[in-house]
């Protein structure tokens, strides 16, 4: 049976899973899907590891594959959220969450993870409007996940966010909004960020190889099924 890799952000896992579960039922295919932080699975490829496809939570993570890529496309979009544990205190405005000091905060890692870029980017639009409250962010933020030092281990299927805050590694979390149903399913409080702070994360899709199998997988992901899946799964459109 012919197979293909896909690397993936580790937050779009549940949307990919249930879109290859759909080519499969047409396409006799086995896939092998590989998540993780955007960043270091830009890393693995770029040292020699095979993928058919990428999925990338920024383009930069793309444009760093250069030749690799035959063909690229902004696949949806995401934005960021605050989700803290599901307690009284925490019924308050989301930026007097974030500036209160007893409150310990968790993120995932710059560089490593694209959602700590982005969330490093909402820090250095908070420090505009307040002075020293975003670098104060940077200083007291946990970076937990997404990265390769210090790391706290999510295990299979359970969502970050969920994990740490249950397990009391911190108080609240700024991770992506697509989580918000599934979150507040499992009893956390999600607190949307102001629109001035709007941080839009563009998930972008790569064909590294131009077989007809690689590039019917490509087309697919950009389906109108597909993209109904990616909706479904709390993700944006334009």
């Known amino acids: 049976m012919n197979k293909l890799t896909i690397y993936s952000a580790g937050s779009f896992r549940y949307a990919l899973l249930e879109i290859t579960g759909a ?9 092998e899907c590989i998540f993780g932080p955007a960043g270091l699975l830009k890393t693995r490829i770029m040292e020699g590891e095979l993928a058919d496809v990428f999925i ?3 383009s ?27 307690k009284p205190e925490f019924q308050r405005d989301t930026l007097e969450l ?9 993120t995932s890692t710059p560089v490593c993870d694209p959602c700590g870029d982005y969330t490093w980017q909402l820090f250095d639009l908070i420090e505009k409007d307040y002075p020293e409250q975003g670098k104060r962010l940077k200083s007291k933020a946990l970076k937990l996940v997404g990265g390769t030092e210090n790391q706290v281990v999510i295990p299979p299927g359970e969502m970050a966010s969920h994990y740490l805050l249950k397990n009391d590694y911190a108080d609240m979390m700024l991770g992506y909004a697509h989580y918000q149903t599934r ?10 960020l102001p629109s001035e702070y709007d941080i839009r994360a563009e998930y972008v899709l790569a064909m590294l190889n131009d077989t007809e199998l690689t590039q019917r997988l490509y087309q697919f992901l950009l389906s109108k099924h597909a993209q109904e899946i990616i909706r479904k799964n709390g993700f944006k459109n334009d």
Request: aromatic content about 8%; hydrophobic content about 40%.
């Open 56 to 58: 990338s939570a920024n």
């Open 23 to 31: 080519f499969k039922q047409c396409n006799e295919v086995e896939i």
């Open 98 to 106: 974030l500036f209160d000091e007893q409150y310990r905060l968790v």
């Open 60 to 86: 930069e993570n793309v444009s760093a594959l250069g030749s690799r890529v035959f063909q690229q496309q902004v696949l949806t979009y995401n934005q960021l959220m605050l989700t803290t544990k599901n």
């Open 183 to 192: 979150l507040e399913n499992v009893g956390m409080l999600c607190h949307t």
